[in-house]
């Protein structure tokens, strides 16, 4: 979410227990307005909190000219210092899923390790190591590509390809902010281009260029309800327990934010 945004943002997410203290919001304010200049990015949201054992790590995200392929993550743990994550190649990925296991720690620099032994013709070790803050940013990224949820609308891509803020966006009608297909994952589709041609023939190709929520497997993976007085519309995923997403109707107002332990829910299929 906005951090311009963010106490009044707060307010609609609270009833899932996203909130954060007195200290950690007028910290935020402060520090994320110097990161927003000293890195040159055009947007800075606040993206989370990853509860660790020792400390918590909080999580910005900035943004450039593309708001798709143009971001950067920070963390922190104290909301004043910011350090970058390092970007997510296929072999961290893979390496995390080897040897990251359990709660994280709360300590950037702790080394995961997994030994797997191999046999090709004499037994071999083959141990897979990665620090946490690897660990941290394939957290971040995966959640950002099964989880990040804007309206429909909301944002626009121009011929060039470039992904902007719409700025005519008005917000989605109540009736429209009760279906699920009127939300969609913010990332680089990936079941777009198998849609039959007469349903692609009915968008409008400048905001119908993201994967809807109502097709993600396993169906039920989310959660909508109105809330406060049925005035805000708000989504849960189950799928990344701790990730809400809001939306005021009839108005611009909209974001997400994570705070749980950073864990996939692997039970839910076996759940729904």
């Not at 910005?60 to 994550?85: F, H, I, P």
Request: net charge neutral; glycine share 6%.
């Amino acid at each position: 979410m906005d951090f311009n945004s963010l106490p009044y943002s707060l307010e609609f997410v609270a009833g899932s227990g996203c909130i954060l203290t007195l200290e950690e919001r007028t910290a935020l304010q402060t520090s994320l307005v110097i990161v927003k200049t000293n890195y040159k990015f055009q947007r800075i949201l606040f993206w989370g909190k990853i509860l660790g054992l020792q400390h918590d790590y909080f999580v910005a995200q900035g943004r450039g000219e593309d708001e798709m392929t143009d971001r950067k993550s920070l963390y922190s743990l104290n909301c004043v210092d910011w350090l970058l994550l390092p970007s997510v190649t296929d072999a961290m990925v893979e390496e995390v899923s080897k040897a990251a296991q359990g709660r994280f720690k709360g300590n950037p620099s702790f080394v995961y390790e997994h030994k797997v032994s191999q046999q090709e013709g004499k037994e071999q070790e083959k141990v897979f190591s990665v620090t946490e803050e690897k660990r941290l940013a394939v957290t971040v990224h995966h959640i950002d590509e099964e989880a990040s949820v804007v309206p429909r609308g909301a944002f626009i891509q121009s011929l060039r390809g470039l992904v902007q803020t719409n700025r005519s966006f008005g917000g989605l009608s109540e009736s429209e902010a009760r279906r699920l297909e009127n939300f969609m994952h913010f990332r680089k589709p990936k079941t777009l281009q198998k849609k039959p041609i007469p349903v692609k023939a009915e968008w409008a190709p400048a905001i119908d260029f993201l994967d809807v929520l109502s097709e993600d497997i396993p169906k039920g993976s989310w959660s909508l309800q109105f809330e406060c007085a049925r005035r805000v519309c708000v989504l849960r995923s189950l799928l990344w327990l701790g990730l809400t997403f809001y939306h005021v109707p009839m108005t611009p107002q909209h974001g997400y934010i994570y705070v749980g332990l950073g864990m996939k829910n692997l039970d839910l299929p076996f759940m729904l």
